[in-house]
């Protein structure tokens, strides 16, 4: 797959490439920049923090500072759905920006900045604005905090930017960790009113793409498990300046959202460990853990009743899909978890992954905890402001003691499993990381997987050399996959891609004459 690359770029491509071995994870060079010239999957850091993080929160107003283009491409691109309650405000379907033209590149935008925010609030009188900044803005140096903090204070709402210019790091995960530590630090703790209820957490690294946190939230609902926030699916404003009441952080995306889950921890005790919602065996092995987290025998005897009443309606759809999946094979190329949540759907189908890969996760995501111990800031996204975080006496329900902590720990529970991908995979699987078109070529070409789930940038290369492309960032038109419900949607979606016959009928045209004649001018 590496063999046109002059000898530079192999010898760094293949510290991108490798075999497998869950035993003893090798090293995979990650969160590496890309090389010049390779055609890469990856966003940049604005897309991180703006499209996945921040611009899932519905009634937040939203101002790209910069030209045009980056908020025209983050225009209701990502299928974040939103369903705001009748009187509550979303502004999801616009997108707002100050539009920098020539005079702001050069003369500066701050003063076209704080006219926007002006307008914005006399249209909209929103209780919150924030502000993203884009490439050119970072290199004329526009202030955009001091005019955000002037604007606060003049307007008398919550204002705030982020430096989140597309090139601050190698990808969109750079964004994600901006985005993080803005939301804490400008939102996160503002309103102590916690929910009137039993269990209560807070969802993180969900953002509900096709409907996937709606599933999530009612069959939680369901055992009697509340959700305070969802970060950041279907969100308001007000809902995440009170999720620090709750009582246990669980976490679907590590990648984009880690950081929040250790500074809630750190400033307001809130613990967190990792769930996955994405396949059915996995689903309810969630469910379980937070039970035993709650150690209730309540909660634990409804986790099991709904696991059971779930199950009973999809065992015989997967077994039934099963029948004509089993043994086929996938390949999995997906932002920063989805190639590896997504294994576990596909073993409930019977069917093997056997190469996949990331396009901008970090080690510890791919090796597991195990090999790396604390999560750095890597050396390319240095300039990545790490902020201090203090205990907070605030502290909304006791959490538990050292002593229930230990009791739980001896009875198998752990807080930090962070199982990585190459851990859940099998021996000798290909795992590569931000794979590019001309490797997906290749990869087609030697190992002619059933079905490849990625983006829109790959999926028509896929289709054209004769494979299905699931799309798992946009779902294509479909989902959602969550829970029992999208479990069943996605084995019958991908039971009709894998088994339909069009692919093998339909010889493409350059296989017979490569030239293509030009059409006629229609007179
Ligand atoms: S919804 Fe998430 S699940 S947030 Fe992240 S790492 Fe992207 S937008 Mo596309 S689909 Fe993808 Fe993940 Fe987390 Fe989505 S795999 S690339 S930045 N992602
Ligand atoms: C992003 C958003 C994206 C792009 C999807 C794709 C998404 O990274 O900026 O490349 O198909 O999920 O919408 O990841």
Redesign the pocket.
């Known amino acids: 797959m590496l063999k046109i690359y002059p000898d530079k770029t192999k010898k760094k491509r293949a510290k991108q490439f490798l075999l497998n071995d869950p035993e003893n994870p090798p090293q995979i060079a990650a969160n590496t920049r890309t090389i010049p010239g390779i055609i890469t ?4 850091t604005y ?2 923090c703006r ?2 993080v921040i611009g899932p929160m519905h009634d937040v107003l939203h101002i790209t500072h910069g030209p045009i283009g980056c908020s025209f491409y ?1 225009w209701q ?3 974040n759905l939103a369903r705001p309650t009748p009187g509550q405000i979303n502004y999801l379907q616009y997108s707002m920006t100050t539009d920098m033209m020539e005079d702001e590149i050069i003369f500066g935008g701050e003063k076209k900045l704080a006219a926007a925010i002006r307008e914005a609030y006399r249209i909209f009188k929103p209780k919150a604005i924030a502000v993203y900044a884009t490439c050119p803005v970072g290199l004329i140096g526009d202030d955009i905090h001091t005019v955000c903090r002037l604007a606060k204070e003049e307007l008398g709402i919550n204002i705030f930017g982020f430096s989140c210019e597309g090139y601050k790091g190698v990808s ?1 995960s750079a964004g994600h960790h901006i985005a993080n530590n803005g939301v804490f630090k400008h939102m996160v703790g503002l309103d102590d009113t916690p929910d009137d209820a039993e269990f209560r957490i807070n969802m993180l690294g969900e953002y509900n ?1 096709g409907g996937d946190a709606w599933e999530i939230d009612s069959l939680l609902r369901k055992c009697g498990i509340h959700v305070t926030a969802t970060l950041s699916g279907d969100i308001s404003y007000e809902q995440v300046t009170r999720c620090h009441t709750v009582d246990l952080n669980i976490v679907q995306c590590h990648r984009s959202i880690n950081y929040m889950a250790d500074m809630m921890e750190k400033k307001f005790g809130i613990p967190w460990f990792k769930v996955n919602f994405i396949g059915a065996e996995t689903t309810a092995k969630s469910l379980r853990k937070i039970a035993k987290y709650f150690d209730s025998k309540k909660l634990t005897d409804r986790v099991e009743e709904v696991i059971a009443q779930e199950m009973a309606v999809l065992r015989p759809i997967r077994d039934d899909v099963r029948s004509r999946c089993q043994g086929k094979t996938a390949a999995l190329f997906v ?1 920063g978890s989805r190639a590896h949540h997504y294994q576990d759907l596909f073993r409930d189908m019977g069917m093997k992954t056997i190469a996949a890969g990331y ?1 901008f996760a970090h080690r510890d995501d791919y090796e597991g905890r195990a090999v790396l111990p604390t999560i750095k800031i890597d050396a390319d996204s240095r300039n990545i402001e790490e902020i201090s975080v203090e205990a907070d006496p605030r502290r909304f329900r006791a959490r538990k003691t050292p002593e229930q902590n230990a009791a739980l720990e001896a009875g198998g529970f752990t807080y930090k499993d962070y199982e990585g991908m190459m851990k859940e995979m099998s021996k000798n699987t290909l795992v590569i990381d931000d794979i590019s078109h001309h490797e997906i070529e290749k990869l087609i070409e030697i190992y002619k997987p059933d079905v490849i789930g ?6 028509f290369i896929i289709e054209k050399l004769g494979v299905p492309c699931k ?1 798992l ?2 779902y294509d038109y479909g989902g959602p996959y969550a829970a029992f419900t999208g479990a069943a949607n996605f084995y019958k979606e991908i039971d009709r891609m894998v088994n339909t016959k069009v692919w093998k009928l339909v010889t493409a045209p350059w296989k017979g004459d490569p030239t293509v004649p030009a059409r006629p001018v229609l007179k």
């Open positions: 999957q990856r966003g940049c897309a991180g499209g996945v983050s691109t990502r299928r969109q793409i932002g396009e990625s983006g829109i940038k790959e999926k799309q960032h946009s």
